[in-house]
Structure formats: C-alpha cells, structure tokens
C-alpha cells in the first residue's frame, strides 16, 4: 500500500484526470501451474477531498485500523456491530459458533427482518421519507411510465396487510413460498411479507420458463406461488400467471406432479390481462386484502431463522437452491450498503438488479430498507422505449446512485453518448457495478460520461452465496483502479492459493478463497448437504472456495480475472477470460466479447473468441486480422485468438451474466446440452448455430 500511496502523491495533479494512459507490457510468460497474468492497468483515482470529508469511512489510516481490528478479533467486531445496526427482540449467548462448513452466528438472538426494515423506522422522521419510488415500464415513447410512491409507513401497512393474507392462508414459519412476480412493489412487500412470519421465500425471475418454476416448487417443497397476471417487458406482457398454471401441471421423472405441494397461489393484478382462477388455489391479492387489517406484530425469529433461498444455477446439473438466515444476512446486507455506497438519508438510490437475481435481495430490498434509504425501482428494460430510459429516470428523480452491471454499461457504450447526453445526470455523487469484471475501458466511459469525472466507482465482488459485498472500495478511502475491485470488506479474508492450496506469491493468480467466516455466508444448500460440502469446502479443506480465479497486484489490490472453470490452457499457460475479453474490448469497434476454449490437439485449448461490434462497424477479415494482433500486442502472443467469430448478440443469464457454458459447446461444434432455463433470450442460441462457418 505504502507504494501506492508513492504513486499517488507524485501523480496528484494527473491520476483524477484519468491522463495515465494504459500501459500494456507484453511478455512471454514461463509456463506455471498458476493463473497467469500478463495485463497491467496502472490509472489510479484517488477519492475526492470532499466526498471523504462527507463519507462514513473517510480514510486508508480509518479502513485499515477498522480492517485489522475486524480481522484479529472477528467475533468483538461483529458483536459490537450487530448491537450498534440491529434491532433485537433479545440478545444473543454466543457470537459464533464454527465448525466448517457450519456457521451459527449470534446464537439464541431474536429479531425480525422485516422489523428492522420498516418498524424501527415508525418513530422517526424517516417514517414518511419514501422508502420506494417505483417506476413502471412506459407504454410508449408518449405514454409515460405509472408511477408509485410508498413511504415508509405506508409500505409497512401493505408488507403487514399481505402478511396477514399469508397467515389467512395457513402459511407458517419455515414453510417455503415462490415469489415469481414482475418488478413492483409488489415483489418487495411479498419478500417482506415472508420475512416478518418467519416463511422461507424464493424468487423466481420473472423471465424463467414455467419448467424452472416446477423445478425449483419441486426442490423446496413450496407450500405457495406468489405472482401476478402478467408484467410487462419491453412493449408484451409476459403472462406470469399462465406459466405458474403451466408449472403446476408439468409431471416428473416418476410420473407425479412436480409441483404437488403447492396449495395456493395468490395472484396481483398488473397487466389486467384474463388469466385463469382455480377455484380454492387461486386467489387475487387486491380480494383478499378485503379480509385482513394491517395490525400484524413481526414473528419473534432465531438469529438462525431461515430468511429466504435462492437458485443458481451450477456448472453441470440442476441448480442449487442457496440458503440464508435471519441476523448474519442482514448485518451483511445493511453494513455493506452503508459503507461502500456510503448511503445516507438524503440519498437517491438506485439499484438496477432483478429482484429475482441476489443483487435483487441485498441491494433494492434488504440492504438499503434497513439504512432507512430511498430506494428507486424500476419494472421495465434499459432501452425501452429508447435507449435513454436510465439516464430520464436517475435526472427525473435526482438519482444520487446508480448501481448496475458492466453489461450494461458495455450496453449503453454501443448504444452511444447521445443518450445519456440527452439528461441532466448531475444528481449522481456515486456508481457502483456488479456481476462481472469490468473492463477498464467500461470503467472510464463509466466514470466519466455517466459519472462527469466526479463520481467514486464502486466495483463490488460477490456471490449468490456469500450474502453480501465481499470486496470493494470505500469510496471515502480507498484509491481505486479500473477494472479492481480493491480491497476487501471488514471482517473479511481473502486469499489467493495454488491447486495445492498454499497461497500464491503477490502478483501471481490463483484460486480466490475466503479464510475466515463471516455473517452474511451461505448456510447450506437446500437439502443437499453433501454437495455444499464437496462445492464450496473440498477444493481447499477449511476454507470457503468461491470458484472465481484472481490475482492480486502489488498493492493487494484484487484483479478478479473469470470462473476457474472458465480459465484457458493454453500451450500450458493458464489465462482467465477476463484478461482477452478486456483487450478485445479495448478496441474503439468491439462493444462486447466472451472468450471460451476448444480442445485443440497441439496446444491443449484454442481461444475462440465471439465478438459483438459497434453500432456501424462491419464485420470483415481484415478486423478479424487486427483484432486477433490487438489482442497479441495487448496481452502477448500467446493470447492471440485462433478463431475470431462475429456475433449479433451473445447468450447471457437475466443478471447479464454470459453462459460460456454454452459457447464452448457452439465452439467445438456440438449440440447445446443442459440446463439453458436461466438464458435471458433464446434465440441468440441459434442465432449464434446458424452464424458458425
Ligand atoms: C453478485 C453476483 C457471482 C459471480 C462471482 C464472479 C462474478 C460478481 C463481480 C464478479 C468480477 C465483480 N452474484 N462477479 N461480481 N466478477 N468483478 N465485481 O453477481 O452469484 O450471480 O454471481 O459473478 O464470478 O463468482 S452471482
């Protein structure tokens, strides 16, 4: 770190202004068994004086003194932490109780999630601050979109009416619903809702088909459906109710219903579309608030309650059902907003995540009610019904900060700076991403076409398992780097190891594993303990194994560089995705890119590389040619792509996640097998088929 502050002070007057140029140093590396890395990003953005001078954190001395302390002795920091946070119904015995892989914290603690969401708030001045200002899709570039303010006091009455409604209908503690709902309010009350009984909730994407449904009713045995009629996508409505329907009669392997514990399903009406009503399962919510009032005191639950599943899906097999619980998740949750948004109660926040995605969950819902924040939501797509739907909403309601992720961004990239141009984005004081690298030539369009030069970029490092935020700046604190996500969190151990498990010397890549326990981690694996233990706690005995490849740079600084899984062989060296994606990426023509491996005889794997182009650039050979050299100057010649293919638009998951799994089997020419339920648009698959040479 000391180096790096060297750098900054020499550097002042340039680094803010972005002026250092990216330096590419290719070299010929030796072959290793590590993950190697051969690119080097050397801008640095110090924080700005006076964002520090405002912020939570508000210095490197001030997260570094609170990072050790967190580090030496875990179980005081989060003891004083979830006393200061949180509000209890009775205290807990024992911070933590550890026996890997199973972690209790804050053992025999009562509190409710909900409560600390909405009914700590009541008596204060935040009770009638908006707690959601939802946005719904506009019905066309005349019709404005509806719109829908619920304060604080109000969204408790709603989350204690539907509350109610769950009660009316048997639903008790630890009995598991499906919320497969479009994005309105609606989704969160139902999550809160669960939440305050004590029932276990999973969300379904809205985008998934009536088969993930059956599949994941049938993997936690889910008692209810939680839904609308339909929601609204890009101009159609998606009839949601039609697939729940659809779901509930697709038959297993054995011939049963997959569906068969389901017993009731309340529907919401948004799109006042006809659906079908089953007489006895089905119900509307607006109906059945006729039958229920809004006193309805939050469930008193074990720290180690459980609050929700959600599935994601694996490399191979059916998808995994991750598990969280009460007190930790929510410590995580509303801690990790707080410091690395730096959110406060004047804040405009706006996180752009599916509700059906974990960003959903910690970061629209959870995180940010538990600060007392204003949270923004918003039903429809980024581009509909034009490209400037983001940036009329952040000027519109003065937005503070944005969040979203980098496919988004490469998105907004291609579509052009007229867009964004278009609006007054002044309102923002900070952006955050998630979800993949960002590659640094995003970072800076980021940073300075939506951001004006001004505002902190967040980079945040997490999973669907580990609850919350995992690493990231503290944008009062920490310089950051274009493409790093920094440093970690408090209380938080990462580490980086070799196939053997030792850690890796600083500078070179190995597996990023996480040492220490910490509050917001996964419990488990619905009903599949044996898999929990063999995914996340075999690869590297008594440590947490994320599955991601990184390497840390001379600072400490994390370079996440793509799924282990992902990473190329190539001639014996081990190259993560990320680094040839961000080259290619780092040509002017080039808007998006994935990069997966082909058995390859000679050299173990072949880099096959898919590129999406810029509006108005032509595909031709002679940009196969020169793309194939950027990447060669950029990275090395060993990086040099063998097989360059064009593409319309690449296959990615509803969080903007791209399905390599699925582009390594178009890239060995075979047909495309396993689970495609999570692909957001299907027929980029055979768009992609029918473009093959
Ligand atoms: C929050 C979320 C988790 C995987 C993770 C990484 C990748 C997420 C970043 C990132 C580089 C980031 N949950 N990932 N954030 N890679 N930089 N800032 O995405 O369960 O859906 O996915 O996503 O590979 O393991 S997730």
Not at 116 to 144: F, V
Not at 555 to 565: A, E, L, N, Q, T
Not at 572 to 581: D, F, K, L, N, Q
Not at 584 to 595: N, T
Request: glycine letters at 8%; aromatic letters at 10%.
């Amino acid at each position: 770190m000391t180096e790096l502050f060297q750098f900054m002070s020499k550097q002042k007057k340039t680094t803010r202004k972005a002026s250092a140029k990216r330096k590419s140093t290719p070299k010929q590396p030796a072959a290793t068994s590590n993950i190697e890395s051969m690119m080097h990003e050397d801008r640095v953005f110090a924080p700005d004086k006076e964002f520090s001078k405002h912020a939570h954190i508000k210095s490197m001395t001030q997260y570094k003194k609170l990072y050790k302390q967190s580090i030496e002795s875990p179980e005081k920091f989060w003891s004083d932490q979830a006393k200061e946070e949180l509000v209890w119904f009775k205290p807990w015995k024992k911070t933590l109780q550890w026996k890997a892989p199973d972690a209790k914290w804050f053992v025999g603690g009562q509190l409710n999630v909900s409560h600390n969401c909405l009914d700590r708030w009541l008596e204060s001045d935040i009770a009638n601050r908006a707690a959601i200002i939802w946005e719904g899709e506009p019905d066309s570039l005349t019709r404005p979109g509806e719109e829908r303010t619920l304060t604080y006091r109000q969204l408790h009455r709603e989350v204690c009416r539907f509350a109610n409604i769950l009660k009316r209908h048997g639903i008790k503690k630890r009995d598991r619903i499906i919320i497969y709902m479009p994005m309105t309010p609606e989704a969160a009350i139902a999550m809160l809702a669960c939440a305050r009984v004590g029932a276990i909730h999973s969300v379904v994407f809205g985008g998934f088909s009536s088969q993930s449904i059956a599949d994941r009713i049938s993997d936690c045995g889910a008692k209810m459906v939680i839904t609308a009629d339909g929601g609204y996508r890009r101009g159609s409505i998606v009839p949601l109710k039609k697939n729940v329907d659809d779901a509930l009669l697709i038959k297993g392997e054995d011939g049963e219903l997959l569906a068969k514990s389901v017993e009731k399903v309340i529907v919401h009406r948004r799109a006042n579309i006809d659906i079908h009503i089953e007489p006895n399962r089905d119900f509307w919510w607006h109906r059945e608030l006729e039958y229920v009032d809004a006193n309805c005191p939050a469930a008193k639950l074990d720290s180690e309650h459980p609050l929700f599943i959600l599935y994601t899906s694996g490399s191979t097999g059916k998808p995994k059902g991750i598990l969280h619980t009460t007190a930790g998740y929510l410590l995580g949750a509303k801690m990790t907003s707080k410091y690395i948004f730096d959110l406060k109660p004047e804040d405009v926040y706006w996180c752009t995540a599916d509700v059906g995605w974990v960003t959903g969950h910690s970061y629209m819902v959870y995180g940010p009610l538990a600060n007392g924040s204003t949270v923004v939501m918003y039903e429809g797509a980024p581009n509909y019904p034009e490209p400037d739907r983001f940036w009329s909403i952040v000027e519109k309601y003065s937005v503070s900060i944005l969040y979203t992720a980098p496919t988004a961004i490469r998105a907004f990239m291609k579509w052009g700076e007229k867009w964004p141009k278009k609006h007054d984005l002044s309102s923002l004081r900070l952006l955050g991403t998630v979800g993949e690298p960002i590659n640094p030539e995003a970072w800076i369009w980021y940073h300075e076409v939506i951001g004006g030069k001004r505002c902190p970029i967040v980079d945040t490092w997490w999973q669907t398992e580990t609850g919350g935020i995992m690493i990231a700046p503290l944008p009062g604190a920490t310089p950051t780097k274009p493409g790093s996500a920094t440093l970690p969190f408090f209380g938080i151990k990462p580490e980086l190891v070799d196939d053997s498990g030792e850690a890796v010397k600083k500078g070179e890549g190995g597996k990023l594993v996480v040492r220490q326990p910490w509050p917001s981690m996964l419990r488990g694996i619905w009903g599949d303990k044996k898999r929990f233990k063999e995914v996340y706690w075999s690869e590297v005995p008594g440590s947490y194994f994320t599955g991601d490849g990184c390497r840390q740079d001379k600072d400490g600084y994390f370079w996440i560089v793509g799924r282990i899984d992902d990473v190329l062989n190539v001639a014996g060296h081990r190259i993560g995705t990320a680094e040839v994606e961000s080259a290619l990426v780092s040509d002017h023509r080039v808007a998006e890119s994935a990069v997966v491996g082909r058995p390859d005889d000679l050299k173990g794997q072949a880099i096959v590389v898919f590129v999406t182009l810029k509006e108005g650039v032509k595909a031709s050979e002679k940009l196969k040619i020169e793309l194939r050299n950027h990447v060669g100057k950029e990275i090395g010649p060993v990086a040099k792509p063998d097989d360059i293919r064009f593409a319309e638009a690449l296959p990615k998951t509803r969080s903007g996640k791209i399905m390599r799994r699925l582009l390594k089997q178009i890239a060995a020419g075979k047909e495309i097998q396993g689970d495609t339920t999570t692909l957001e648009d299907l027929s980029v698959l055979t768009r992609l088929s029918a473009s093959e040479e």
